[in-house]
């Protein structure tokens, strides 16, 4: 099915939950509506159910948890939309009532959302990344704290990418190879890969066009194994890119 028909078919069910007075129902599916229209590229769209969503489980007070992840999903939407300063606000706020409450995998999720108002925020150099560098060093001792390596992987990238945006390349690929160490330890083949482009471009930017060949090949052979088609292609590419950079050298 389209996405269209997807949404048709959600939208049905929001209105039988509505007409059956099954308000948590109806919140998670505005939650799950948000979520595929961000990932298909339609925050404007995904915002008001992001909004509802959230205001559905908070009225609700449907645990802590879900109001995270449905806090989370407002601030991706509104930084998407260019709307920083509120999604700043937002995510602050719930970063600081997850401080508050002592959960650290809501206050990680949360640091996580305002790393990424920073980092989208960045290119319109508007972002703090001093603010973003210092949610990530919590979040990365929060998931240590509670033993996520995945998690942690994630967090510890993210400091790879803030350090990136400030050309500390040599911080960056030291961030870029431990949380692709830490995927790779758990067994998270295609995380790592997708990690790992980050090296090829530090690698380029850098004039390491034989390393960054390399790597891109590594990232290549990753997602041919592991059957993702659309990923392979555009590591691909990548491949074809750094062969050329090297030509040109």
Known sequence: ESVEEGLGHAQRALQLWREAGAKRAEAQDLHHVAGVLLAHGRPREALPYAKQALDAVEALDYGKGWQ????????????????????????????????????????VLLLDSLIHVHLDAAAQRKGSMAEAMAAAEEAVAACREFGDRKWEANQVFNMAQIHFRQQRWQDAEACAQEAAKLDEDIGEEVDRAVKLELLVDIHCECSRHDKALMVAQEIREAFRKRGERQREAQSCLNVAQCHMMLEDV
């Open 68 to 107: 995270a992840e449905c806090r989370s999903k407002v601030v991706e939407a509104l930084s998407q939309v260019y709307d920083w300063r509120e999604a700043r606000r937002l995510a602050w706020e719930g970063v600081v009532a997850s401080r508050s409450s002592g959960n650290k995998r809501n206050l």
